[in-house]
């Protein structure tokens, strides 16, 4: 991966203003080669400086943790990671601190669990896009009701025949409809 300077400049400065850098600045280097690996794939593909940076915080942060981990800095704690000079000593540490999961079944078989956190980021930033598009093209055909259509389709869960009855139109007019929709956001998307 060819980086120029400037985004060289900006994952160094990422770096050094995440609050866990100060105390680990020997493994700045680790740092930086695992941003830079875990950046590569989009970081010249972004264009916007503002999204660049929210982008490489997000990917340095996760950087930043599995350095520390791999160094052996940090450990988990529950829900988070907290550094290994803040861990409690076993004197501190009742049995009443810990929960008894054994009796829980919980399964995954249903769940498409993304590989990594740049993967979820992206997610969401898509899934954020695709909703102002929506209110866009809502907006420029009211008597449409797309953004109602869509709303009952995939937030509630309404079956076509469902809507129809809701909204008072057929259920060819709904399938149209999210069809005519589905249609103009994969266009936008497209540009």
Same mark, same amino acid.
């Given at each position: 991966m060819e980086l120029t300077q400037n985004k060289i400049d900006l994952i160094s400065r990422v770096i050094k203003r995440d609050r866990k850098f100060k105390g680990n600045e020997?493994?700045?280097?680790?740092?930086?080669?695992?941003?830079?690996?875990?950046?590569? @794939? %989009?970081? #010249?593909?972004?264009?916007?400086?503002?999204? !660049?940076?929210?982008?490489?915080?997000?990917?340095?942060?996760? @950087? %930043?943790? #599995?350095?520390?981990?791999?160094?052996?800095? !940090?450990?988990?704690?529950?829900s988070r990671y907290m550094s290994v000079k803040d861990v409690s000593s076993q004197e501190d540490i009742s049995l009443d601190d810990f929960?008894?999961?054994?009796?829980?079944?919980?399964?995954?078989?249903n769940i498409d669990i993304p590989k990594n956190p740049e993967e979820i980021a992206i997610q969401n930033e898509v899934l954020d896009f695709v909703a102002e598009t929506i209110i866009k093209i809502d907006a420029q055909e009211p008597q449409k009701d797309y953004l109602h259509i869509y709303?009952?389709?995939?937030?509630?869960?309404?079956?076509?025949?469902?809507?129809a009855d809701e909204i008072g139109v057929s259920q060819s007019e709904v399938s149209k409809r999210l069809y005519s929709l589905i249609g103009k956001v994969k266009e936008i998307l497209e540009q």
């Open positions: 020997d493994l700045f280097d680790d740092f930086f080669n695992e941003t830079c690996e875990r950046s590569s @794939a %989009i970081i #010249n593909t972004i264009d916007n400086e503002v999204t !660049l940076e929210a982008y490489i915080k997000r990917i340095a942060n996760t @950087a %930043i943790v #599995n350095v520390l981990k791999d160094a052996g800095r !940090l450990r988990r704690s529950g929960i008894d999961y054994s009796a829980y079944n919980i399964s995954y078989k709303k009952l389709r995939y937030d509630k869960g309404m079956t076509q025949r469902e809507i």
